[in-house]
């Protein structure tokens, strides 16, 4: 069974030994980067996507023998390395890397799962043995939470909003039930949302609506409502009891993190958070070039 070291935001030149197998996921704001090391040991890092100086570099510092890259940006990667890479369909590398991140933290339980990557937008993915099938999506993830958090906070460092948010009460942004109907009046829960972001311009609005730690959960809210509904349905269709949530969306993110588990065990469903998660891709390309290291 392969170790595995968080390492995810070390310095370039930190030390990891000598690097094995390397798998690169190019998301739309962020590389993954995930490295094995002669030992067996997967060290992680992430550098933004748009220093494609900076990956290269870490390439020539770490030299390694197998080079796997994935997602939107790999050709333009490969395109500076030639043969010396294999690219990897990104669905097909969140597979391979759900399934060796699994393994490895001994969860790896069901064969069949729902695996659900909330990156800058959110794709949900069938595992069902070692074939991956995507066979949904949304347009709401990370993406969402910074354009939002740029229009009404003023800032899009995603810590900060995931810092705002874990301070915050949605329910002074949102509508809930209670707000719209006395006790006993309609057959559901008074604290379900009603309307996300309701009461910005409705009577109900008070002073507190506009706190930025209340406009802050209120977005982790809307995404992680969202998702997680729409992943209990797709389950539900697909016959699958287990949601496994990864992406780089969840990472230090506790708020958003709570939400999708709410939102999953009220729905029936068994919610799983993938190990290193926010890597899923970029282990998935590594192990698809190097799949007997």
């Not at 906070?153 to 909003?161: D, P």
């Not at 311009?201 to 609506?209: C, F, R």
């Not at 588990?261 to 998660?277: D, K, Q």
Request: with cysteine; charged share 15%; net charge negative.
């Amino acid at each position: 069974m392969t170790d595995t070291a968080q390492r995810a935001g070390a310095p370039e030149s930190a030390p990891i030994g000598a690097v094995v197998a390397m798998g690169i996921d190019l998301g739309a704001t962020l590389a993954k980067l995930a490295m094995r090391d002669e030992e067996g040991v997967l060290h992680f890092e992430a550098i933004p996507t748009n220093e494609l100086g900076r990956i290269l570099a870490r390439i020539e510092n770490v030299a390694p023998k197998h080079i796997g890259l994935t997602g939107g940006g790999a050709s333009r990667v490969a395109e500076h390395i030639g043969s010396a890479c294999e690219q990897c369909d990104e669905f097909t590398a969140w597979g391979a890397g759900a399934r060796q991140l699994l393994e490895t933290d001994a969860l790896a339980g069901d064969t069949r799962n729902l695996l659900v990557s909330l990156g800058t937008g959110t794709s949900i993915l069938l595992m069902d043995g070692e074939n991956t099938t995507r066979i949904g999506g949304t347009a709401l993830g990370g993406g969402t939470v910074i354009g939002l958090a740029g229009a009404l906070l003023g800032t899009n460092e995603f810590s900060e909003v995931c810092r705002l948010a874990q301070n915050g009460n949605r329910a002074e942004v949102d509508l809930v039930v209670s707000d719209i109907y006395r006790p006993g009046e309609i057959a559901l829960p008074d604290e379900l949302t009603a309307a996300a972001f309701g009461k910005l311009g409705h009577p109900a609005m008070t002073p507190e609506s506009k706190h930025p730690e209340n406009l802050a959960a209120a977005i982790m809210g809307l995404v992680g409502e969202n998702v997680g509904l729409i992943c209990a349905g797709l389950s539900y269709a697909a016959q699958v009891q287990r949601v496994v949530y990864g992406g780089s969306t969840l990472h230090k993110n506790a708020y958003l993190r709570n939400v999708l588990h709410s939102i999953t065990s009220n729905t029936g469903r068994t919610p799983v958070f993938l190990p290193h998660g926010e890597y899923g891709g970029a282990t998935g390309a590594l192990v698809s070039a190097s799949p007997s290291v």
